[in-house]
T-cell receptor, first 117, second 114 residues
Framework: GAVVSQHPSRVICKSGTSVKIECRSL??????MFWYRQFPKQSLMLMAT?????????EQGVEKDKFLINHASLTLSTLTVTSAHPEDSSFYIC?????????????FGNGTRLTVT | KQEVTQIPAALSVPEGENLVLNCSFT??????LQWFRQDPGKGLTSLLL?????REQTSGRLNASLDKSSGRSTLYIAASQPGDSATYLC?????????????FGKGTKLSVKP
């Protein structure tokens, strides 16, 4: 149980285009999902917290107008990288929990490798 | 600001060896510490979660310890197997952070040779 599905797993796009990444909780409802990115040889960093039915909360230094997050249902959150540039090339990964609370385990998707040419 | 450090960055061992991965963190005000496994190009699999009030957790051949006062955790893997080859990440959930605001280390890349 507690499977998080993320698509696509890899995407290559041209500079200036937009890319949408989907994160789905397959067998549970997730009122909150989290989006992270990992640059090569760096740690995973939280980008934003996606809340169902309300606006996402972004971490300091993450441009909310560039990284659009939509959490329209209890099982789906999307991250859209708008006007992508080569410096946005990274590994993006989402996570969700079956319930809220600081000691509840997070379940991660398999991630999306974005390459912007 | 919480910082998480993992040593070593990479480790190669022959099959069957017992091994220890180390994680240290700078701020002891944490809710919990988690160990994850990440396979190449894949997401994270949670291995063990230790709450701040606990000292260790065990799952099969894995044992994780937590010494909050000294800011250290270890992941012990017994009788290593080639299938254990992966990157192991340590992450802490700090006071004042949200549920998803885990502070990750850079990981230890483990290679177990047959």
């Amino acid at each position: 149980g507690a499977v998080v599905s993320q698509h696509p797993s890899r995407v290559i796009c041209k500079s200036g285009t937009s890319v949408k990444i989907e994160c789905r909780s397959l067998d549970f409802q997730a009122t909150t999902m989290f989006w992270y990115r990992q640059f090569p040889k760096q740690s995973l960093m939280l980008m934003a917290t996606s809340n169902e039915g309300s606006k996402a909360t972004y971490e300091q230094g993450v441009e909310k107008d560039k990284f659009l997050i939509n959490h329209a249902s209890l099982t789906l959150s999307t991250l859209t990288v708008t006007s992508a540039h080569p410096e946005d090339s990274s590994f993006y990964i989402c996570s969700a929990s079956t319930y809220q609370g600081t000691n509840s385990p997070l379940h991660f998707g398999n991630g999306t490798r974005l390459t912007v040419t | 600001k919480q910082e998480v450090t993992q040593i070593p960055a990479a480790l190669s061992v022959p099959e069957g060896e017992n091994l220890v991965l180390n994680c240290s963190f700078t701020d002891s005000a944490i809710y919990n510490l988690q160990w994850f496994r990440q396979d190449p190009g894949k997401g994270l699999t949670s291995l063990l979660l230790i709450q701040s009030s606990q000292r260790e957790q065990t799952s099969g051949r894995l044992n994780a310890s937590l010494d909050k006062s000294s800011g250290r955790s270890t992941l012990y893997i017994a009788a290593s197997q080639p299938g254990d080859s992966a990157t192991y990440l340590c992450a802490v959930s700090s006071y004042g952070g949200s549920q998803g605001n885990l502070i990750f280390g850079k990981g230890t890349k483990l290679s177990v040779k047959p």
